[in-house]
């Protein structure tokens, strides 16, 4: 027999590897693409598509998320790494009168008694957005919304540039030191999951992401959950809404008990 007749569909053999071997592609793609991307009780999917996206690495949306966005705000809030990166000492001081009506939940001194964020040394472009985020509507809470519903642009820059000046210190409820889980060390690249310290510091810090040493669990965990449940979205571009959806409760849990765990460094944050 030729070469050239080893490769012809008449060739038995040779039809039958090929029918073999598609047969194999086709079932992993199957199981790859949908059947496991299904299998994880942790993330719901709207259709197969979304599966599929989601397998491929491609941000999904879960069920329903998307009749949601129609009737919830998205932050509108532009920034860049100079935003605010150069308060005077006149912003401060306006800050420091407008911060005692914040005393009562996040401290006089910017670290909370209760399970509100410590807003001593955050960085002023975090706190800038939030406020705004509180105001538009982007981001919904009874008790911050109505406080930030009538700041003015002026009064929240100065409030962000005050928390930014103020030294970060220990938190109120400390716990014991907790070892790096895997989510916050590697992320799960496979689900699309970086580091947490890529964007909240250690590694490196995106602009408009807090740092979270010594943050509340409970606020923390919160916080999460409501990402993953799109109750919260004011992200930028969903990346927290398509990281937190990914996450097992197991992983949300263990990253916000390591990060409540951590002191943050004593330092200021704006100079």
Known sequence: MSARDLFTLSNWHFKSSVGITAAIFIVTVIVGF????????WVQFANVWDAICSAAGVPQRSAG??????????????????????PNQEAIGRGAT?????????????????????LAGQYAAVIYKELHDFR??????????????????????????YYAYLPRLPAYHPTPQLPK???VIYGAPM???????SCHGSLDNKTGSPWLEGQSEAYMKAQLQAF????????????????????????????????????PDIVKAVD
């Open 136 to 161: 538009s509507g982007a981001r919904t809470n009874a008790v911050m919304s109505p406080f930030a519903v009538n700041l003015t642009d002026r009064e929240i820059a100065d409030l962000a540039v």
């Open 181 to 183: 889980p895997n989510i």
């Open 228 to 263: 993953a449940t799109s109750e919260r979205r004011n992200d930028i571009s969903q990346q927290m809404r398509n990281i937190a959806r990914a996450m097992t409760p197991q992983e949300i849990e263990e990253a916000a008990a390591y990060y409540a765990s951590q002191p």
């Open 34 to 41: 949908i059947v496991l991307p299904f299998a994880q009780p």
């Open 191 to 197: 689900r699309g999951i970086a580091p947490c310290g």
């Open 98 to 118: 407008l911060a005692q009506r914040c005393a009562i939940c996040h401290g006089p001194t910017g670290i909370s008694r209760a399970d509100s964020p410590n």
């Open 65 to 86: 998320v998307a009749a949601q966005a129609q009737d919830k705000r998205l932050s509108e809030v532009v920034l860049t790494s100079h935003t605010l990166s150069r």
